[in-house]
């Protein structure tokens, strides 16, 4: 799904099927909505979202996100351990803090939580003990949630950080987090970043 030609033209020349949206949708999900509706999907179907600047991840980590959709949860994502302190201090890597049974409290580009006492004696390494969860970008949702999301006001918080699955917690939705030990490559947010995965897929710039 996208709204830029360059894009649909460069997926359908591999064969990709494209869904041309409107151009002013605050986020990804807003767009996803806008195709779910235009599929015309039944309320019950479990909507997967994954973007873009996740081009290396595992085909069975969709399905085990889309797993954690249940009735009180309507949306699900997923997380691995971060182990190095470069990732853990990345704006560029989105962290998330769980509750005890495994949903969102909070998605943010800073280091959270923030490990007081180790982090005032060294910040090269991870304290001992200690893993943060880099989120990674793939959305699972229930339709009939998902034609809410857009209704829904932009928060401050999703603005401040840029992250539009702040616009669920801030309304008071849960988000399930599947943990996964598999952690896929990072994400696209870097030119470095393009490169890497051009080599990965044995791409000539």
Known sequence: ATDHESIRAACAAHGVEVCMTRADHPSGTD???????????????????????????????????????????????????????ADAFNPNVVKVVLDKAGRALYFSRATIPWHRDGFAQERGALPDGYLPLRHIGLYAYRNAFLQRYPALAVSPLESIEALEQLRVLWHGYPIAVHVTDSAPAAGVDTPEDLARVRQHFGVIA
């Open 31 to 85: 767009r996803i909505a806008e195709v779910a509706r235009a599929l015309n999907l039944p309320e019950d179907a479990v909507v997967v979202n994954l973007q873009g600047d996740e081009p290396l991840i595992d085909p069975a980590l969709l399905a085990a996100t889309a797993s954690q959709i249940c009735a009180a949860t309507p949306m699900a994502t997923c997380a691995h351990p971060i182990h190095d302190a």
